[in-house]
């Protein structure tokens, strides 16, 4: 099992897990908006879709293949949602940045390889850590 990530894996980690804690400040400040159940609602969805993030960065990190997809999926969503509301706001330039992040740094190569490296033929016996 390899020991060592490779750097395009920490930063889709590391992208993954900020925008997580993003969308869950985001539903706090949804919630308490003052908007009465629909705000609450809003912060309850963007809450799910933060720890449904942190949840696959978490995955991506113990280097388990079926993460990628949430990681790459839900940062391309986001990253489209704020692109959508850049001219108004630029502090969103931060954010978009985080989703390319997370976005290519699943993709990579050296990405790929750390995955594959961690799943074993079923006709090899498993290796000590």
Same mark, same amino acid.
Not at 1 to 10: A, D, E, S, W, Y
Not at 34 to 50: D, N, P, T
Not at 71 to 80: K, P, Q, R
């Given at each position: 099992?390899?020991?060592? =990530? !490779?750097?395009?894996?920490?930063v889709? *980690?590391?992208?993954?897990v900020l @925008?997580?804690?993003?969308f869950? $400040?985001?539903?706090? *400040?949804?919630?308490?908006?003052?908007?009465?159940?629909?705000?609450?609602?809003?912060? $309850? @969805? %963007?809450?799910? &879709?933060? @720890?449904?993030?942190i949840?696959?960065?978490?995955?991506?990190?113990? %280097?388990?293949?079926?993460a =990628?997809?949430p990681?790459?999926?839900?940062?391309?969503?986001?990253?489209?949602g704020?692109?959508? &509301?850049? %001219?108004?706001q630029?502090w969103?330039? @931060?954010l978009?940045?985080?989703c390319?992040?997370? $976005? *290519?740094?699943a993709?990579?190569p050296s990405?790929?390889?750390?995955l594959?490296e961690?799943? =074993? !033929?079923?006709? =090899?016996?498993p290796?000590?850590?």
């Open positions: 099992m390899q020991r060592t =990530r !490779p750097v395009g894996l920490i889709a *980690v590391a992208c993954s @925008l997580g804690l993003a869950i $400040v985001f539903a706090a *400040v949804s919630a308490a908006a003052g908007h009465g159940v629909f705000s609450i609602q809003i912060g $309850v @969805l %963007l809450a799910a &879709y933060g @720890l449904i993030l949840g696959a960065a978490v995955g991506l990190w113990l %280097l388990r293949r079926w =990628r997809g990681v790459a999926a839900f940062a391309l969503m986001a990253g489209f704020f692109g959508e &509301y850049l %001219l108004d630029p969103l330039w @931060l978009v940045l985080l390319l992040g997370a $976005v *290519v740094g993709a990579l990405t790929t390889r750390a594959k961690r799943v =074993r !033929p079923a006709d =090899r016996p290796q000590r850590a």
